[in-house]
């Protein structure tokens, strides 16, 4: 009887992996009031648990690099160029967070912030050392639609 229970797990487990995440291309994103993004990039709820990786992974979205964020204190040198994003999850909506995140440009004109999933309107980096740009076809957003969302579900926990 284990047997049969463990084998419809493993099936069901096969199944759900063979499942496509439908994703939000960068340029098919559909704004409200050029600051929010209502919809989820992916169609699916993000995991908190890579999303603190997301945020703290200097390969990653790198996010302690300009913000301090006190429910991660193993996270080292925290940034204080940005705000801190204690409360974050209080302060603003999942619509707005997935703004922020996708093009902060849209409601912070000024800001500093990267871009994290827009691909065109701007310079990007050079193609290494070669002294040539990079070649927009190869050259994608900065994190994954699936990066977003769990960069998300990690950040509306950061309640006051």
Sequence with gaps: M???AVTGLIAAGIALAGTAIAEVAPGDI???DDVMIPTSLTGMPG???AGVSVVSSRSAGNCVACHGISAL?????QGNVGPSLDGVGSRWTEAELRGILVDAKHMFPDTRMPSFYRV???TRPGDAYTGRAADP???GPLLSAVQIEDTIAYLM???D
């Design 137 to 139: 076809a190869t050259f």
């Design 30 to 32: 559909t704004w409200v």
């Design 2 to 4: 284990k047997l049969k």
């Design 120 to 122: 065109d309107g701007f």
């Design 157 to 159: 926990t950061l309640t």
């Design 47 to 49: 995991s908190v648990d």
């Design 73 to 77: 204190p193993d996270a080292a040198f």
